[in-house]
Every structure is written in structure tokens, then in C-alpha cells.
């Protein structure tokens, strides 16, 4: 059998057979506290590829900056309601705030910079780091996975989102000063697991901005040594692509289908409902 570029044997996933009826979702957080690692194009591109193969996904833009709002397309400044509304209005019915995308199957709860106000706010509510989690809770039937594109940072809104997620997928470039940062990580989502949400998974470790170079593919190798059996099998590429799918405000399964990056998302897609994380 062939070997991927880590000497493990690669695995092709089937395609998923389609589903009869959706949820209870998954919850995944997108969790790296060092920025520029591929977040919020794996958080988009992940679920752009889900959504072809019939499944419902909604995305949790939990960053102040915005980008997996404008990534689909969505002008962030001119959304009414965001997720920062939601959490500190529990009036509100959280469906007022989801909004449906242009693709079918995808929607997504838009962020701004009003976010950038909710670490302070959170400060003083009570069951502060539990606040995300009772947000997303009606949702979570209608949905087959729910990711939350955290902020490049380990505060109080990624506390809320590992409080809320059933698992962690890592997105670490390809690059010796993307792994620096992963070990405090993960001493946080072991915190999280140990005082609040002991379920807590590490799905595992997704390798972006790979570049067939010695410096990419010793990273590569580390990465693999760190996390045996935690790194997806895919790897994503660098590709000129994935900047110009953001700016058309599209995943790159719909923006370039058959390109590789596209074909390297829908494999990671497979994976995860290969592994029972996605039905």
C-alpha cells in the first residue's frame, strides 16, 4: 500500500452516503492561539466541503476580526444581530441571529468588532465560561456539525468555545514557529477537560500551508512525533487558491472544484465522518 508524506499508509476515505435526517450536531473548536495558521480557511473550507456532501453545517464566527463572516461573503459591519448579541441577550431567540449563506447547507453566525467587548463583559456574568454553551444549545438538532472559528488567543471567548465544543481540531502551519505554541494549548484544553467540560476531545492535529520544502517536511515530521495518531492524514498545501476563494466570499469546493487544495478539504471532510465525529 502507498505511504503518505509521514510514511503512514494513506488512506483514501469513501465518499459518505447520504444522510435521511440531521443531528444532534457536533461541536468542534478551531483552536489555535497562535494567528496565520489556516483557522478560519480550515473552519470555512471544512464545512463548505461537508455541505456538498449533504450535510448541515453551521460555522460560530467567535472572532472580533470578523474574517469567516466576510470569507462567506457577508459584509460583517452590516449585520444587525451577531454572536456577541446573542450571548448577552438571553431574550433573544439565537435563530434570529444565524444567517443563511448562498450556499445550501451553510450557515453561519456573523461576528464583528463589537466581540472585541465580550471578554470584559464575560468577566462578571455568572457561569461566565459556560455563557457560548447555552447560546448554542437550540441549535444543535438542526445541525449535523457546528464549528466555532476561535480568536488567535487562550481568553475567556476560546475558554467559552472549548467549554462548548465537544472536541478540538488544531490547525498548525507547516512552519517551526506554528508548533512553538501548540504545548500551551494543549495545558488549556487539558484544563478545560479537567475543571468544566470533561468530555472534551482533541480530534486532532491538521497540518496547513504545507510547501515541499525540507524546512515543511521536517516540521511535518515533528508535528507526526508530537501527536502520533491525532494528525489527519491529509495535509493541506499553500495554494494562491485559498485567498482568491476568500475574496469571491466562497469555499474553495464551490469556488475551484477541482483544484488540489479543494480535493485536499473534501478529503479531510471524509475523515471526519469516516471517524464518526460527523454522521
Known amino acids: 500500500m502507498p505511504t503518505d508524506l509521514l510514511g503512514r499508509e494513506y488512506e483514501t ?25 489556516g483557522k478560519t480557511t480550515s473552519s470555512i473550507n471544512i464545512a463548505g466541503a461537508l455541505s456538498l456532501y449533504g450535510r448541515r453545517v453551521l460555522i460560530v464566527d467567535f472572532d472580533p476580526q470578523g474574517a469567516a463572516t466576510v470569507g462567506l461573503g457577508i ?36 461576528a464583528n468588532i463589537d466581540l472585541s467587548a465580550a471578554e470584559v463583559q464575560l468577566v462578571t456574568e455568572v457561569g461566565r465560561e459556560q455563557v457560548l454553551a ?15 472559528d476561535c480568536q488567535p488567543s487562550l481568553g475567556l471567548l476560546t475558554v467559552n468555545a472549548l467549554t462548548a465544543a465537544d472536541g478540538v481540531v488544531i490547525p ?23 475543571r ?14 504545507y510547501t515541499r520544502t525540507l524546512h ?33 466570499g466562497a469555499p474553495i469546493s464551490m469556488y475551484a472544484p477541482t483544484h488540489k487544495t479543494s480535493k485536499e478539504y473534501r478529503e479531510v471532510a471524509r475523515e471526519l465522518i469516516s471517524r464518526g465525529i460527523v454522521a
Not at 459518505?16 to 496565520?36: S, Y
Request: hydrophobic share 45%; charged share 20%; proline share 6%.
Open 134 to 148: 447555552g447560546t448554542l444549545r437550540p441549535l444543535r438538532d438542526e445541525y449535523d456539525l457546528i464549528i466555532i
Open 172 to 194: 498548525v502551519a507547516a512552519e517551526f514557529f506554528a508548533l512553538r505554541g501548540v504545548a500551551l494549548l494543549m495545558q488549556s484544553i487539558e484544563k478545560v477537560r479537567n
Open 196 to 209: 468544566i467540560n470533561p468530555s472534551l476531545e482533541v480530534y486532532g492535529v491538521l497540518v496547513t500551508m
Open 216 to 248: 515543511s517536511e521536517e516540521v511535518l515530521q515533528r508535528i507526526f512525533e508530537a501527536f502520533k495518531g491525532k494528525v489527519f492524514h491529509t495535509v493541506i498545501t499553500r495554494s494562491i487558491k485559498l485567498p482568491d476563494a476568500t475574496v469571491s
Open 13 to 37: 476515505f469513501a465518499a459518505p452516503e447520504p444522510l435521511n435526517e440531521h443531528g444532534p450536531a457536533r461541536i468542534v473548536a478551531m483552536c489555535n492561539q497562535k494567528g496565520g495558521v
Open 75 to 110: 459584509n460583517a459591519n452590516s449585520v444587525d444581530n451577531t454572536i456577541y448579541t446573542a450571548l448577552f441577550n438571553p431574550s433573544m431567540d439565537v435563530h434570529e441571529v444565524v444567517v443563511h449563506t448562498r450556499f445550501p447547507n451553510l450557515d453561519i453566525i456573523p
